[in-house]
């Protein structure tokens, strides 16, 4: 116990992102470990839309033009400012709609089924959403998902093995959709290496960065990913509901949108309200309806810390913390109780640190009791999510303590094993 306690106490000293900490607010004798499900407030996300709001109040419908955060040009705005994040370029990436809409949009774009090649491959730990866009954007095409979607199974039920999903890429396989990271275990894929195998079989990839986006570092554009949507209210601290995001490889630019809509226009002739549509020469062809604004507005102060800090400082963070979440388990003779099914490789762990126990449900609400915010996925899955801006090394040394004495004490038993109606 004082080993790793000191430790938290050095690696807090050193950490040069100590300071951000301050930046966010923090409820008072809690210890925050769900930013993976959704980031915390930053006193510049609020700065930011309050900022917008006073657009509105000072100017009206001119907010769109000439207020100090127009709203015309906000979404080009902040691609531009998430582009180094995901190493694309700003003309290839920009932010909109939901990451739902967004692989609705991907998939009615890219999902050509021609000749032998009618079939989308993706795997079975898949977040439900992304399932359901690929069965329903299959029943639009007037295919039955039982036959054309190629579910790759797990071996273990958390992680997935590469190889098994290469293997799969035949050739009547059309598009593949797989996450960068899985959302339960945490396992991060290498997505480099699965968009060239793709690629040499003249097979479209993308990907799903909900758990990447803002944790780790990418290179979509030097992988030649062909297209990647994410969310903005996990590790880009956006806000419930915040804004999505999409990717296009710039070598994709021009091709017509699977669903149109006017603000995809080039927005020199969006307001010639011609029913001709002129897209964008951008990513911002893939733009739906009007963007929503507030929604939007506190991404800018959040992205103005990653500017600050870089994505390669935070990703050297965030390992430093989930290993030090592993150190503490250890120490405290944990891993003999818990099953961790994140993998321990650095080169193949996300953000989180995800362990299963069969009383997973009761253990997270006796974590809450104590001020402990985890998240809980059901049947038996328990994930830790230490994030670089605002979680401490003592942050990390508390929650292990607060499992550790629940656990001796058994204080779970005074819960039921069953989720709420949110877990």
Known sequence: ????????????????????????????????????????????????????????????????????????????????MTAPLLGAKKDEVISTGSITTNLHQMVATFFQPKGKKTKILTEELAFPTDMYVLQSQLSLQGLDPNEHLIVVKSKNGHTLDEDTIIENMTDEVALVVLPSVLYRSGQLLNMKRLTSEAHSRGITIGFDLAHSAGS??????????????????????????????????????????????????????????????????????????????FSSAPLIGSLEMFEEVGIDVVREKSLKLTNFLLECLREEQLLGEFEVITPLEESKRGGHIAVSHVEAARICKALKKRGVIPDYRAPNVIRFA??????????????????????????????????????
Not at 243 to 267: C, D, M, Q, Y
Not at 387 to 403: G, H, M, N, P, R
Request: with cysteine; charged share 20%; proline share 4%.
């Open 216 to 293: 780790i570092p990418h290179k979509l554009h030097e992988w030649g990913c062909d297209f990647a949507v994410w969310c903005t209210y996990k590790y880009l601290n956006s806000g419930p509901g915040g804004i999505g995001g999409l990717f296009v490889h710039e070598k994709h630019h021009g091709r017509a949108p699977g669903l149109a809509g006017w603000f995809g226009s080039n927005k020199e002739r969006q307001f010639d309200m011609a029913h001709e549509m002129t897209p964008a020469e951008t990513a911002g062809a893939y733009q739906l309806g009007t963007p929503h604004v």
């Open 386 to 423: 230490p994030i670089a801006f605002y979680t401490s090394f003592e942050d990390v040394w508390k929650t292990v303590q607060a499992l550790k004495t629940i656990m001796d004490q058994q204080e779970y038993k005074e819960f039921s094993n069953n989720r709420n109606v949110i877990a």
């Open 1 to 80: 116990m004082t080993l790793t306690f000191d430790q938290a106490v050095q690696l807090d000293k050193n950490d040069p992102l100590a300071k951000y900490k301050d930046e966010f607010y923090i409820q008072e004798g809690h210890l925050y470990m769900d930013g993976n499900s959704l980031g915390l407030l930053s006193k510049r996300a609020e700065t930011a839309l309050n900022r917008s709001l006073n657009d509105w109040t000072e100017h009206g419908i001119d907010g769109w033009t000439d207020g100090a955060e127009p709203w015309f040009y906000l979404s080009e705005k902040l691609g531009e």
